[in-house]
C-alpha cells in the first residue's frame, strides 16, 4: 500500500557538524606534524646542495673564480663576496645600481657603495682573468639593512647581514666607502637565496681571530685568512649565528677576543666538537674541513 507520508531527511545537528569539524581539525594537525620535519629536511638537503655548488664555483680547479683571479693586479681574497660570482658583466657592481638608486635612496635608505670596478677579461694564453658567470642562475637580490621576508619578521640587520665592523682591521673599502653596505653584499646585487629567504653568504674571519690582541700581527695574509672562508645559510631560524665578527649583534662574542673568541670566530662557532655557537646555521668551508684545531688553551 502507497504511503502518502513522504519521509524527510533529517540534517546534521550543531554538536553533530562540531564534532565533525574538530575530528578533521586533528587530522590535519597529525598530518602538518608529520609532514613538516620532512619538509625541513628537505630545506636543509636543499641548503647544503647549495653550498657545494657555490664552493665549487669558487675552488674548482679547472674553471673557479679563485683560480681564474690569482695573480690578477688588485685581486684580493680579503674582498671578496658571493656576488663575485654571479654579475654578468666584467664591469662589477654597476647593473642595477640606476634603478635602485631611484627607488631606495631617501632619507632611512643609503646606498654609497664604491663605483663599479672592471675585472680583467679572460686571456686564454696566460689563463688568468673573469670568464663569469660562474653561477648563472640567480635567485634575488640582496637586501637592504632594514628590509624584512615578511612583515613580522626582523630586519636583515637584526639577523645579522649588516655586522658592526668597528674597531676590525678589515680593508678601507669597507670600512669607509661603503654606507648602507654589508661585508656580505651590496643592497641589489644578485644573490642566491636559501630555503628560507635568506641569502647565502662568504664569511672570512677578521686579523683578530688569529692575532693575540688587536694590534698585533698586523702583516697578517690574505691567505691565512681564506683558508677559513666559508659559505654560510642562516639555517631554519633565520638569523646568521655562526660567529665571524666580534661585534655581531647576533654573535656571543662582543668585544673580548680571548683564544676560545678566536678559535670560534675562525671555526665558525665549532670548538671541541660543538656546533652551539652557530646557532643552526648551516655552514661549508671552501677549503679546510669542518673539524676542530684542538687547541688546548680554551680561555
Known sequence: ?????????????????????????????????KITPFVQKSKIIAAENDLRVLVDAFMNLESGYVKDMRGIPGFSLSNMRLSNLFVSTN????????????????????????????????????????????????????????????????????????????????????????EGCSIYGFPGEGVLIDPWGNPYVLQIPPPQAFANGLTSNTNLSDEVRFNYARVVSAGPNGRLDSPCFSANTTNLWYTSWSERSRRISRQAGLIDGDYSARGDDIVRFLIRNDVDEGENNHK
Open 91 to 178: 664591469v662589477y657592481g654597476l647593473v642595477g645600481y640606476d634603478r635602485l638608486e631611484v627607488e631606495r635612496l631617501d632619507d632611512t635608505q643609503k646606498l654609497l657603495c664604491a663605483p663599479p670596478e672592471a675585472f680583467l677579461r679572460f686571456d686564454s694564453s696566460s689563463m688568468r682573468g673573469w670568464r663569469g658567470p660562474y653561477i648563472k642562475n640567480i635567485s634575488g637580490v640582496f637586501p637592504f639593512a632594514t628590509d624584512k621576508r615578511f612583515a613580522d619578521d626582523l630586519t636583515f640587520e637584526q639577523r645579522g647581514f649588516f655586522p658592526n665592523l668597528s674597531g676590525l682591521r678589515l680593508p678601507n673599502d669597507f670600512l669607509n666607502r661603503r
Open 1 to 33: 500500500m502507497y504511503s502518502i507520508f513522504k519521509f524527510k531527511p533529517r540534517g546534521f545537528t550543531l554538536v553533530e557538524l562540531t564534532l565533525v569539524v574538530a575530528v578533521i581539525s586533528l587530522i590535519a594537525m597529525l598530518a602538518v606534524s
